[in-house]
């Protein structure tokens, strides 16, 4: 997943139902010999308007808590779809764009608090580690700079096959995958992490090796290729948002056509177009154990 040098500001265009990180802080600067303990955080996705019912599916979200010592204090701090996650998932087709609009950035929220009841409910809260004011503070740097520069989410993982060992295509750049990185991070600081199971949520898609097509000039500018353009622009359509049941039914039947019958998706991903040719089975969401990774118990004499 590509890094970039700064976030663009968002078009007034992307619009969210929800409001992003609604109560957000900014990360305080806690004392040295502070001792914070770190929570990992788990609740199935939208749980607070759909309860259990994603987590049945195992479709979850996650979030890392931090409770401070010296002042007693909880924080929150987790990474998601600035727009919700249809918009980072696929594009808008606005009249009079030649190309896909795009609505895919995901960031960082940290605030004061964490809603027990959200996170024990249907899911996860628990102590992993301990760290210290420093090691916070060091990670608060880290996370102004991942967050500046890691932008855009990505909800699918592209792999050739079922088997673990199989070839990665592409890589999802999602709210597990931010906390990973928190927790290596916090780990090449010095952080000794619990032994307990970890799991987290992929959505992935099954290709052969994907076919690089082009970036949004390149395919849809004045020297484009325009059987390309509208091929890709064909592929979206059933996509969009649904007024009626009978359109979502009828554009449902027009998505399996295509990704399964036809074995077509176009993957839009660090800015480019790819062309995935897809295998069975196509699509599968699962629930893998990912262990907490192994600290340095020298670093920062913690």
């Known amino acids: 997943h590509r890094r970039f040098d700064y976030r663009p500001k968002t078009d007034p ?7 992003f990180c609604p109560t957000g802080s900014a990360i305080p600067v806690m004392k040295e010999e502070d001792v914070i303990e770190v929570y990992r955080l788990q609740a199935p996705v939208w749980e607070f308007k759909y309860g259990d019912l994603l987590g049945h599916l195992k479709i979850m979200h996650d979030a890392v808590g931090f409770k401070s010592s010296l002042t007693g204090k909880n924080y929150t701090m987790e990474w ?14 606005r009249p009079g764009m030649d190309a896909p609009f795009w609505c895919n950035q995901g960031a960082a929220c940290f605030y004061e608090g964490i809603d027990d009841a959200h996170w024990k409910e249907n899911g996860t809260l628990v102590l992993v580690t301990t760290i210290s004011g420093t090691m ?27 088997d673990k060992h199989s070839v990665l295509w592409f890589d999802s750049y999602e709210c597990s995958k931010f906390i990973l990185r ?44 325009k059987t390309l353009a509208a091929a890709i622009k064909d592929f979206y359509h059933p996509f969009k948002p649904h007024r009626t049941v009978r359109e979502f039914f009828v554009d449902l039947l027009k998505i ?4 399964i019958l036809n074995r077509q ?12 040719p897809m295998k069975f089975p196509y699509l599968k969401i699962i629930y893998e154990e990912v262990p907490l990774p192994i600290g340095n118990k020298t670093s920062f004499g913690v």
């Open 80 to 93: 998601y779809e600035l727009f919700q996650l249809g918009n980072c998932t696929f594009p808008h087709l």
């Open 256 to 259: 399996i056509d295509r990704v």
């Open 13 to 19: 265009y992307c619009q969210a139902r929800y409001t």
């Open 265 to 276: 998706f176009y993957l839009f991903y660090n800015l480019e177009y790819w062309f995935l």
């Open 136 to 162: 916070f503070n060091e990670m608060a740097k880290w996370v102004k700079y991942d967050n500046e520069t890691g932008i855009y989410y990505e909800t699918w993982t592209v792999q050739a096959s079922p």
């Open 182 to 225: 928190t927790y290596q991070k916090l780990a090449d600081l010095g952080a000794v992490f619990k032994k307990i199971q970890t799991n987290y949520t992929s959505i992935i898609l099954f290709s052969g090796e994907p076919i690089y097509l082009g970036n949004e000039t390149s395919i849809f500018g004045p020297l484009g290729n």
